[in-house]
């Protein structure tokens, strides 16, 4: 494996350095975060693993793991520590971090911790070729307040980052339409706010969501939204590559809304207008867009080509 270590402490770094080489692995050290955070962003290709201290100047252990998230959430980051830094830890695991040591660091702690990190590499590398037979779903119900817009993208983003990764495409796209998807279902759907409000005024929109959030008609409604990640067979330009479908349902408790009336009045003009730029970035970026017929509830698929497995 290549391993990024980095700890200001000089003489532990160069002994962590060279115990973790004589394990058989690549290790690059920096003395603080922001280093790190140079090589990191910079080395192609990437690193397997993160092992940083958490107090550190420049930049500390949490800062870098922010910023590491940023670019890559799923490379395991492990966190080292002391004693008296267990709530420092606490909050490295909240941000997702791989594991934490505690210092002084022992042999045995250091082998588990590095032999964890390589099942997770086999696994990496093993994904691909279980692509043709891995499907998933996951649903959520949500209370019809705005604030779980975000909280749904991150949670769906853990299941289709991945493949897009593997794909090296369709991250923005789908992100980008997911969030626009959630929002109608949330503000146009269930809470029933005129998008045409925000041409008159943003204040008054955004006056208007808070109202509904909390009038009892309407804040009491509920979203459900549904991903489903399902292969969908070889690519037939391209047999070295499988074809995965990533597929979002939302529906909302409104009214619904006459959608053969909503598109024949789009034009490319709308991408310039606050009302009208959601419903056509949605249809630029996805492969598949379709609505039930109240218009309530909105389908939508990307299909990703993500090389094979052998």
Not at 202 to 231: Q, S, Y
Not at 300 to 309: A, D, E, M, S
């Amino acid at each position: 494996m290549k391993i990024l270590l980095v700890d200001d402490e000089h003489l532990l770094l160069e002994l962590l350095a060279e115990t973790i080489s004589h394990e058989g692995h690549d290790v690059v050290t920096a003395v603080n975060g922001k280093i790190a955070l140079d090589l990191f962003s910079k080395t192609k290709p990437g690193f397997d693993a993160v092992l940083t201290d958490i107090k550190m100047p420049e930049m500390d252990g949490l800062s870098l793991l922010k910023q590491i998230r940023n670019l890559d959430p799923e490379i395991p980051v492990v966190i080292m520590t002391g004693h008296g830094d267990l709530d420092l830890s606490i909050q490295a695991l909240r941000l997702s971090a791989f594991d934490y040591m505690l210092k002084p660091l022992n042999l045995a702690s250091l082998q588990q911790v590095l032999e964890k990190i390589a099942a997770v590499c086999q696994l990496h590398q093993e994904l691909p070729a279980l692509l043709p037979f891995m499907e998933s779903s996951t649903t959520l119900t949500l209370p019809c307040q705005t604030r779980w817009i975000s909280v749904a993208v991150s949670h769906f983003q853990q299941i289709y980052a991945p493949l897009c990764r593997m794909a090296n495409e369709g991250f923005q796209e789908i992100t980008t339409s997911l969030y626009e998807l959630l929002s109608n279902a949330f503000i146009h759907g269930s809470l029933e706010v005129d998008s045409r409000l925000k041409e008159e005024s943003w204040d008054k929109f955004e006056n208007m969501v808070r109202l509904r959030e909390v009038d009892p008609i309407f804040g009491t409604r509920k979203v459900h939204a549904h991903c489903h990640v399902a292969p969908e067979g070889i690519s037939t330009e391209d047999p070295t590559h499988v074809i995965v479908g990533v597929t979002f349902d939302v529906e909302d408790e409104g009214k619904g809304f006459d959608t053969a009336k909503l598109l024949k009045a789009r034009d490319p003009m709308d991408l310039l207008t606050a009302s009208g730029r959601g419903i056509m970035m949605i249809q630029m970026f996805m492969d598949e867009v379709s609505w039930n017929e109240k218009g309530n509830r909105m389908h939508l698929k990307k299909r990703l080509r993500i090389p094979r497995g052998e």
